[in-house]
């Protein structure tokens, strides 16, 4: 019989999980792009993620937690980043951050690097417990691993990453739980900008942008 009756399309790459993430001191990346997705915060205090460079431009700054000065970053919350750069016109709320107190997420292999389903498993399944997640110090942010979205909890506002067959990721955010579409689990999503832009308006242009995405496609982090 030929061979060829029983060639199938290999799909398992749609449940590769993505690698885990590092949070990497900006001071040690000189590198950084206006657009770039930062955490700040005061360690031992509290940590802020997805905050976004607005300038590539450093500053000088006394720093009222310590009376000190250092150079500094300026970044705002998404909101006001992407409601600018639709409307350059906007004035967008900024401050001058540390950059000794800033972070970046990186993925521990390069994007786009191969990575086989079987040396994933490990790293999505590895915590099984609120336990597994406690820290013994608030030094600085946590190092976040991948979990299948299906077991993540409410998917509405949650960021979620997702790969196509090439094995470039992407990110989304989940504007619904997952809904039976012809007989598929899927969650609608939205790229990360559309997020914050439906919050303000109502933009037509972006009405056919909203994903149906199979739920065994997505993964968040812990």
Request: with cysteine; aromatic share 12%; hydrophobic share 45%.
């Amino acid at each position: 019989m030929d061979a060829e009756f029983f060639a199938f399309e290999d799909i398992a790459w749609q449940t590769v999980p993505p690698p885990v993430r590092h949070p990497i001191p900006a001071a040690y990346v000189p590198d950084l792009d206006v657009g770039a997705e930062l955490t700040i915060g005061i360690p031992d205090r509290y940590f802020i993620d997805g905050q976004i460079l607005l300038r590539a431009e450093r500053s000088r700054i006394e720093f009222p937690a310590d009376g000190e000065l250092h150079e500094a970053l300026a970044v705002c919350a998404p909101i006001h980043y992407w409601t600018w750069r639709v409307a350059p016109n906007r004035n967008p709320v900024m401050q001058w951050w540390p950059v000794d107190h800033a972070w970046i997420y990186r993925d521990a292999v390069p994007a786009g690097a191969h990575t086989s389903a079987a040396a994933g498993e490990p790293a999505v399944e590895a915590s099984t417990s609120w336990l597994d997640r406690v820290r013994p110090d608030l030094g600085q942010p946590p190092v976040l691993n991948p979990i299948r979205a299906r077991g993540a909890g409410a998917l509405t506002g949650r960021t979620l990453r997702s790969r196509n067959a090439e094995g470039e990721w992407f990110w989304f955010v989940g504007v619904s739980e997952p809904i039976d579409v012809d007989g598929d689990f899927c969650v609608r999503a939205v790229p990360q900008s559309h997020w914050w832009l439906h919050q303000v308006g109502y933009y037509p242009e972006l009405q056919d942008k909203v994903r149906t995405i199979p739920l065994h496609r997505l993964f968040a982090y812990v």
